[in-house]
């Protein structure tokens, strides 16, 4: 069975930056896209971030320009590069196929941006 691993999150002051980690088992990067979603206490979890198996990208208008998603295929590794951190990027932040998240949910990472 697939398992995800993410890493990374902390506790960062606004205008930080942080990068993300999702190591996967399994074979799961022959499936193809690979996302970045997020959880804020009290809202619903959302997809931020996406990469295919080729290299091309999508993005949330909320973090286009400030997040950068990268894959390492041959270390079925997915990376969220997050700069210029908000207060509203608060969350917990997953990694699971995009757009429609087929593996289970991993524990997730804890990003806190606060002064």
């Known amino acids: 069975q697939v398992q995800l691993v993410e890493s990374g999150g902390g506790l960062v002051q606004p205008g930080g930056s942080l990068r993300l980690s999702c190591a996967a088992s399994?074979?799961?990067?022959?499936?193809?896209?690979m996302g970045w979603y997020r959880q804020a206490p009290g809202k619903q979890r959302e997809l931020v971030a996406g990469i295919t198996r080729g290299g091309t990208t999508n993005y949330a208008d909320s973090v286009k320009g400030r997040f950068t998603i990268t894959r390492d295929n041959a270390k079925n590794t997915v990376y969220l590069q997050m700069s210029s951190l908000k207060p509203e990027d608060t969350a917990v932040y997953y990694c699971?196929?995009?757009?429609?998240?087929?593996?289970?949910w991993g524990q997730g990472t804890q990003v806190t941006v606060s002064s």
């Open positions: 699971n196929t995009a757009p429609v998240p087929t593996v289970n």
């Open positions: 399994g074979s799961i990067f022959s499936i193809g896209t």
